[in-house]
């Protein structure tokens, strides 16, 4: 069993989370090309040894929150809140045409 830190809640047995991936700079959707875009949605770095994180806890409650996990051991530290994305709304309605 591993013990997941929620920030809001404790710790808490990691089949309440829904782990959400690693955490990496998301590219302008404006100048980025395909290739960076793919990597960024698909390709992960599987590192050996610590990782940043973010996990979401779906059983609790229900926010998402930043994590370093060691890879290796499952070793847990530095939980804090935070959201899995930041979304500029005029930016993105933007780039898909729709007029706010
Ligand atoms: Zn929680």
Aim: glycine content about 8%; hydrophobic content about 35%; charged content about 25%.
């Amino acid at each position: 069993m591993i013990l997941v830190p929620c920030p809001f809640c404790g710790s808490r047995n990691s089949s309440e989370f829904r782990w959400c991936g690693e955490v990496k700079a998301r590219p302008d959707p404006n100048s980025t090309t395909q290739a960076e875009w793919r990597d960024y949605l698909y390709m992960k770095s599987n590192a050996a040894g610590w990782i940043a994180e973010t996990w979401y806890h779906r059983e609790g409650c229900g926010r998402y929150f930043r994590i370093e996990r060691n890879t290796l051991t499952n070793e847990i530290h530095a939980a804090e809140a935070g959201s899995p994305v930041s979304i500029d709304a005029d930016a993105a309605s933007e780039s898909i045409g729709i007029r706010r």
